[in-house]
């Protein structure tokens, strides 16, 4: 059975960090392009940021660009996103997604083939 299992949100102050993980099991995800998404209260999920299979490109939304790292751990199967400077606005169930497409496109595309059940960041001004 394939899992994407997100951990590390939690509760932060306005300027702090986290690092979120995501630990895929089921299968080697290596030829995957990896994903973050993101969804507050009461508004649709959003792209974040993409890691292409390889871990040589990274993208990202303009909103995390500067603050937001994602990388990846092939060996282990698993991918972080680092977040620094965190703002209230940056509050959301965090999801981490796995897709044979390319990670260039995944902030224009809706459907991945693999989903986690997310992780809650939670940033206090």
């Known amino acids: 059975q394939v899992q994407l299992v997100e951990s590390g949100g939690g509760l932060v102050q306005a300027g702090g960090s986290l690092r979120l993980s995501c630990a895929a099991s089921?299968?080697?995800?290596?030829?995957?392009?990896m994903g973050w998404f993101r969804q507050a209260p009461g508004k649709e999920r959003k792209f974040v940021a993409a890691?292409?299979?390889?871990?040589?490109?990274?993208y990202y939304a303009d909103s995390v660009k500067g603050r937001f790292t994602v990388s990846r751990e092939k060996a282990k199967n698993t991918v972080f996103l680092q977040m620094n400077s965190l703002k209230p606005e940056d509050a959301a169930v965090y999801f981490c997604a796995a897709d044979h497409g390319l990670a260039s496109t995944m902030a224009t595309r809706a459907g991945m083939d693999y989903w986690g059940k997310g992780t809650l960041v939670t940033v206090s001004s």
């Open positions: 089921g299968r080697t995800f290596s030829s995957y392009a």
């Open positions: 890691i292409n299979w390889s871990g040589e490109w990274q």
